[in-house]
């Protein structure tokens, strides 16, 4: 018998917990080895139409986590579960008759948590996992919009997936720009800086002030300047070129912005979590020293110095830098890369 749920994360949409008893109206209970996640009503009616999106995708389940199953959570909840609603705290202005309960398999631990010591966790199969991973969202039009370490898990066999599509985006037909619209932030580390650019002078803010803040306030912009050689004023110049050659940016055009970078927001992001593991491993490891003479640094350098091109224009998309890396992977050989890689 479980004793109870953990709450794994909370935010905007919702909380989501393991082991919990939760129970459907028709008294069913959602699911107690899996994870369990409590939305209101119009997220989890998204979520669970980006969720059959993902799963028609050829092999989508050794890259993505998605929800299986949605239903009306019971007003008449146990014990455990009554505490377990307790923890998430958006119930205490919204009813729960407004919320609905979605499960999903348990992946694994995601990487905030994760040790990446584990002997199971190689980091070059990682970079392919990851990169094959966005390179199949991107051959079939789909943008995840939020891949940061909480977002990835890590299984028992070291293998990464994707999970909470719920911000993603379908990118065969553009979205509003309503729903390009966000709050002005300046810590969103896998946002990339040119939607930060574009949605910041959307709302009246001074372009140059946002990229010196930008420099000033992310820290990953230092790591990957170390770690990929490019040096931090060539970095700055190249984000001001992107701005200054961009008519979207410059006219706070969120909806032209994504038609024409949709296919590099996820890239960034992946090379933001690929350069955040490479500095985790060298402060990890008992030997720095011999952990890099024994990984292919030069060659995921080149690579992920081109997803992190703070000039969208020249930045490299998740199937490109799948490309470099891995050139004979399975998904290289399908009929979808091979078109896309010769239109780009």
Request: glycine share 4%; hydrophobic share 40%.
């Amino acid at each position: 018998m479980w004793s109870g749920g953990t709450v794994l994360k909370e935010g905007t949409y919702g909380c989501t917990f393991t082991e919990s008893t939760l129970q459907c109206a028709d008294g069913t209970p959602i699911g107690t080895k899996g994870i369990v996640k409590l939305t209101q009503d119009a997220y989890a009616t998204y979520e669970m139409t980006l969720a059959d999106r993902v799963r028609a995708l050829p092999g989508w389940e050794r890259y993505y986590l998605v929800p299986e199953r949605s239903c009306t959570p019971s007003e008449h909840q146990d014990k455990a579960a009554r505490k377990d609603l307790k923890r998430c705290l958006l119930l205490k202005d919204v009813p729960l008759s407004e919320f609905r309960l979605l499960s999903m398999a348990h992946g694994g631990v995601d990487l905030h948590r994760y040790s990446i010591l584990q002997p199971a966790f190689r980091f070059p199969q990682v970079v392919t996992q990851l990169l094959a991973a966005g390179a199949l969202l991107t051959l079939h039009r789909l943008v995840h919009t939020d891949l940061h370490r909480g977002n990835v898990v890590v299984d028992s066999f070291g293998v990464c997936r994707f999970i909470d599509f719920n911000v993603s985006l379908d990118a065969r037909s553009p979205p509003k720009e309503s729903t390009l619209s966000s709050q002005h932030s300046l810590t969103l580390e896998q946002s990339a800086p040119d939607y930060t650019l574009v949605n910041a002078v959307a709302q009246g803010i001074d372009p140059y002030r946002v990229i010196d803040a930008l420099f000033k306030k992310q820290k990953i912009l230092k790591t990957m300047s170390v770690l990929l050689s490019y040096p931090l004023p060539q970095m700055k110049a190249d984000l001001t070129h992107g701005y200054e050659s961009s008519e979207s940016i410059q006219t706070g055009n969120r909806v032209a912005w994504f038609r024409a970078h949709w296919h590099t927001v996820d890239s960034w992001s992946i090379g933001v979590l690929l350069v955040s593991l490479w500095n985790q491993f060298l402060v990890s490891v008992p030997d720095p020293e011999a952990w890099k003479a024994s990984q292919p640094l030069d060659a995921l350098r080149s690579v992920v110095r081109r997803m992190c091109e703070l000039d969208a224009n020249r930045r490299w998309d998740a199937v490109q830098a799948l490309k470099q890396w891995a050139p004979s992977h399975e998904l290289l050989r399908t009929r979808w890369a091979t078109e896309w890689l010769a239109s780009v």
